[in-house]
Nanobody, 128 residues
Framework: EVQLVESGGGLVQPGGSLRLSCAAS????????MYWIRQAPGKGLDWVSS????????YYADSVRGRFAISRDNAQGTMYMQMKHLKSEDPAVYYC?????????????????????RGQGTQVTVSS
């Protein structure tokens, strides 16, 4: 059974930093592209970032590029998101998600539609 467990969310002041983690189990972690997606209050799911199987290729939404950094440790089965310079538009529930298919970058559109390949989320709140 695929399990993805996010952690690291919390309350931070504007301009602050957080590091999110996603612990994966139930599948060969290193065989899958992984994603961070988020859902702000009252809004739909948005893609935040993607990382290739080996971690060499990373992609970011324009809204977070230069402030967020995605990474992964395949030996530990864990993905991370280092978030810096957090802004008022960043509060959301952050989910990690797995690509539905091994060794494939299916793209954000498909990943956002699938509900069976993401964790329960971790809440990020930005407030002074």
């Amino acid at each position: 059974e695929v399990q993805l467990v996010e952690s690291g969310g919390g309350l931070v002041q504007p301009g602050g930093s957080l590091r999110l983690s996603c612990a994966a189990s139930g599948f060969t972690f290193g065989d899958y592209w992984m994603y961070w997606i988020r859902q702000a209050p009252g809004k739909g799911l948005d893609w935040v970032s993607s990382i290739s199987t080996g971690g060499l290729a990373t992609y970011y939404a324009d809204s977070v590029r230069g402030r967020f950094a995605i990474s992964r440790d395949n030996a530990q089965g864990t993905m991370y998101m280092q978030m810096k310079h957090l802004k008022s538009e960043d509060p959301a529930v952050y989910y990690c998600a797995r690509d539905p298919y091994p060794n494939t970058n299916s793209g954000a559109a498909l990943v956002l539609r699938r509900v069976d390949n993401r964790g329960q989320g971790t809440q990020v709140t930005v407030s002074s």
